[in-house]
């Protein structure tokens, strides 16, 4: 599918009552949590293992558009992270001064959902009071793109890499992995976008004796439509032809049509993204 700058979220809020209703959705209480737990084994090969609880917290909306561009900082990622205090206790000792997860990142499809800054100082883990520390690492969504329509879940990153900041800037890094599936945040329904199809005769009256063309123009939100647009008479193919990168295409009709008025349909199917849609179209000839 293919975007177009003018349909972009961040060019066209201020005056899209549509994408300003897409917002509303996006930003609306989910019908269920969106909270899941991954358990992390993080490794760096001089420091060993450290495990790390991670309870994610998300509020997704029940559906979205497909093809919509979600701008970044729209949703809220609320992580508390666990660690052992042994963990902490390294931390002060080698001088961390804060601890990075910027790729703890969620997905959506094919999508990241949640990343931007992840950072935390090892001060702000308060301890439990049995044996481990718990802090809010907390960020914002980067900017994506939903996918094809479906219902997707939207889920925790099977690996990820955790940052640790020396106090002499060098930086350790551990990579960490989830041993197990990872628990899914919540799941949220993409939904295909209406489209409307207007077909208009090339020329105004049809010479008798020669083919009609048609200019075909198939629109969407979020997204341009794309496939082959027929057009029928009655139940006969008359014609057809291939919308291009702007959703348009100009169809020859197979055989000329008799003189007087003929009225026909184009049809547009539809596509991953996009609704069907068609249109009635009355053709002169003389």
């Known amino acids: 599918m293919l975007h177009t700058a003018s349909r972009r979220l961040g060019a066209v809020a201020a005056t899209s009552a549509l994408t300003a209703g897409a917002l509303v959705a996006l930003t609306a209480p989910a019908a269920t949590a969106g909270v899941a737990t991954n358990n992390y084994s993080c490794v760096n090969a001089v420091a060993g293992t450290i495990p790390v609880n991670v309870v994610t917290d998300v509020t997704l909306p029940p559906t979205a558009p497909a093809g919509f561009d979600v701008p970044a ?14 963990a902490k206790a390294l931390f002060t000792q080698f001088g961390v001064t804060k601890v990075d997860m910027t790729s703890f990142q969620l997905t959506l499809g094919e999508g990241t959902v949640g990343a931007g800054s992840l950072t935390v100082a090892p ?11 718990t802090a809010d690492v907390n960020g914002k969504n980067a900017a994506f793109s939903t996918p094809a329509a479906g219902t997707y879940a939207v889920n925790a990153p099977a690996t990820y890499t955790l940052v640790a900041t020396l106090g002499n800037g060098a930086n350790a890094e551990f990579a ?13 329904t993409i939904d295909k976008n209406a489209s409307t199809t207007e077909a ?8 008798l004796g020669k083919k009609t063309k048609l200019k075909v123009v198939v629109d969407a939100d979020n997204e341009v439509p794309t496939g082959t647009v027929t ?10 032809g291939v919308l291009n990168a702007k959703g348009k295409a ?7 049509l008799p003189a007087g008025k003929t009225k026909v349909k184009v049809l547009y199917p539809g596509d991953d993204f996009t609704e069907k849609s068609k249109d009635k179209v009355v053709i002169r000839v003389r």
């Open 200 to 207: 208009t005769p090339a020329k105004k009256v049809t010479p």
């Open 231 to 240: 057009v029928m008479l009655g139940k006969k193919t008359v014609g057809k």
């Open 73 to 86: 900082d729209l949703l809220d990622v609320k992580n508390k992270v666990t660690i052992p205090n042994q």
């Open 176 to 188: 960490c992995t989830n041993a197990a599936a990872p628990t899914a945040v919540g799941s949220v």
């Open 123 to 133: 001060a702000a883990f308060v301890d439990n009071g049995n044996g481990t520390s």
């Open 250 to 256: 100009k169809i020859a009709l197979k055989k000329a």
